[in-house]
């Protein structure tokens, strides 16, 4: 796949197309609308009057949008044959950060890349998993599992410094975590692909060290991107080196982790968890996760911020499109190899 933006027609070019593609399905949370692209615009004067901006909805102009846009910013849309009907575009946003559903990327038109959202989670997501971590160490799952059979017991738990975490996939977002949980003095321990140190991880390895490493530790937080290379990356042998009373955090996607695996763990009371995550999305009625003990379920709604989060994507598409139209490579580019 050719990378490198066409630095030649950047230079030449007057006006630039931008389509944003929302989809009704989606929450408000991701709306591409109007008000939100004129402020981002606002933010971003070097665009002025060099940028066309489209909207719409559901593929209501897609296919006349195709035909002149430059760049395309969305989640779900029409992959079919873009080469031919999308002939300019130079650059795909994803409203996200994990890619898994648009993979492989054999649909995306040579000399086009796709970026993603990775980094604009940061803040909120880093909240959400701290408040896990607290909910594990306080143990809420069980009370809430007592809760329901209106069961009065008592769980009592000790602080949460000196505790060890081990956050399995240090990127953006499990790396925000790691700093949070530096401040409330737990040790870190953390895996990624290529071993690099990061701050707030006090030890960090690679990936293929996981299995020694889920029997230290008494949070488990999965961060990995779900690719071809992760599927099941902790199925039944590795839930089942987890020690007793560990506490799970799953944030990420949910084939990342044998669920039914975990679920025998949990019915046991030998393991309590905090998933996100789901598949397929929504859980069905009849999922028997619904009513597992030892669980707190959030329906996938953990990172993106009711009202930053389009916001600021706006800005990684704005700030991609300066630097394309600078002839510059633009950022967050999804590698087609590791498929984040
Ligand atoms: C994402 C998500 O991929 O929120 O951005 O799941």
């Not at 399995?168 to 737990?186: E, N, R, T």
């Not at 990342?256 to 069905?284: H, M, Q, S, W």
Request: glycine fraction near 8%.
């Amino acid at each position: 796949m050719n990378k490198k933006p066409a630095r030649r027609r950047a230079v030449a070019k007057k006006t630039w197309h931008l389509h944003c593609e929302n989809a009704s399905s989606m929450s408000e949370v991701f709306a591409i609308t109007g008000e939100r692209v004129k402020a981002a615009l606002k933010r971003h004067p070097k665009l002025k009057g060099k940028l066309k901006v489209t909207l719409g909805e559901d593929g209501n102009i897609y296919d006349k949008a195709m035909r002149t846009a430059d760049f395309l910013f969305g989640w779900h849309f029409d992959r079919k044959d873009l080469p031919r009907r999308a002939p300019n575009l130079k650059m795909i946003h994803m409203h996200g950060a994990g890619v898994n559903h648009v993979m492989p990327l054999n649909w995306l038109p040579k000399g086009c890349v796709l970026t993603n959202s990775r980094g604009v989670h940061g803040p909120r997501a880093a909240e959400y998993l701290i408040m896990a971590l607290l909910m594990l160490n306080n143990r809420l799952p069980e009370m809430v599992t007592h809760q329901r059979a209106a069961r009065w017991e008592q769980c009592y738990a000790s602080v949460i410094t000196g505790k060890t975490l081990l956050v399995i996939g240090v990127g953006q977002i499990g790396g925000s975590a790691a700093d949070w949980a530096k401040k409330f003095g737990l040790k870190v321990i953390g895996t990624r692909r290529t071993g690099k140190p990061h701050p707030s991880v006090d030890k960090m390895y690679k990936s293929r060290d996981l299995r020694k490493l889920l029997p230290q530790a008494d949070f488990v937080m999965m961060c990995v991107p779900a690719t071809d290379h992760t599927k099941h990356l902790l199925g039944k042998k590795e839930i089942g080196l987890m020690r007793p009373g560990t506490g799970f955090i799953n944030y990420s996607r949910a084939d990342l982790v044998d669920y039914e695996a975990l679920r025998k763990r949990l019915v046991k009371g030998e393991l309590t968890a905090i998933l996100d995550v789901f598949n397929p999305e929504p859980l069905p009625s009849s999922s028997p996760l619904w009513k597992t003990p030892n669980l707190i379920m959030t329906p996938h709604c953990s990172s993106d911020d009711s009202i930053h989060y389009t916001p600021r994507t706006l800005d990684v598409v704005l700030s991609n499109i300066e630097r394309i139209v600078a002839g510059k490579k633009p950022t967050s580019v999804v590698d087609p190899k590791w498929q984040y």
